[in-house]
C-alpha cells in the first residue's frame, strides 16, 4: 500500500504518507496558500520519500469541514489524481477520522472569530455536525471532555476545566483511512462530496436578500 492522504480544509495544509507501513507527514504553513502551494509541497514530499505520484496505489481525502476553497482545492487535486491514475479513493470528514480514537466527549474546530463547528461524541460516533457561537460552547458541552485540535486557538473555551488538546491529529487521520483502505471503503462519483457543514458566504448573502 502507498496511500497518499490530504487535507487542506484547515489553515495549515497536511499531507500524509503510509508507504508500505514507513509513515510520512508534512504540515504546510498557513503562510503560504494552499491554492499556491499544494502542488509544489506535494511533489517535494514524495520526492523526500522516493517516490513520485505515479507509484501511489491509493488517495484519501478529507472532505470537511472549514474554509470551502480549501475544501475544493483538496477534493479536486484528489479527483484529479484519481482519474488521471485510475487509483481508489477513501474519504471523509475530520470529525469521523477524530470519533475513530476518541470514543466519548465534545470535539470543536475553529470555524470563525466567533464561530466553532461542534460535534457531540457517544459511542465513536456522532449524529450532525453544527455551527454553534463560542459563547455556547460550556453550556452544550456540559461536564464531557472537550476535545480541540492542537493548532486551533479558541479563546472562549482555554480556561475550561474539562478541555483536551488533540496534538496526533495527523496521525490519527492517515490511520483512519489506512483502515478504510484495508477494508475497501472506497468512494466514487457521488459519495466523494464535500462536508461544508453551513452555507457558503454567498448562499447567505442570497438567503438575506430573500
Known sequence: MKLLCIDTTKQKAILALNNDGVKSYLEIPETKKHSEALLFELENFLCDNKLTIQDITHLGAITGPGSFTGIRIGMATV???????????VADNCFSCVASVIKNGCAILKNTSTSVYFVQIKNGKFKDIEV??????ISLVG???LYVFGDEQILDVQTYKNISTI???????????TKKVENKEFVSGAEFSPTYAQLSQAERN???EK
Open 167 to 177: 496534538e496526533n491529529y495527523k496521525e490519527i487521520m492517515l490511520e483512519h483511512f
Open 143 to 145: 461536564k464531557k471532555t
Open 79 to 89: 479527483k484529479a489524481f484519481s482519474y488521471a491514475l485510475n487509483l481508489p479513493i
Open 206 to 208: 442570497l438567503k438575506e
Open 132 to 137: 454553534v457561537e463560542n459563547k455556547d460552547i
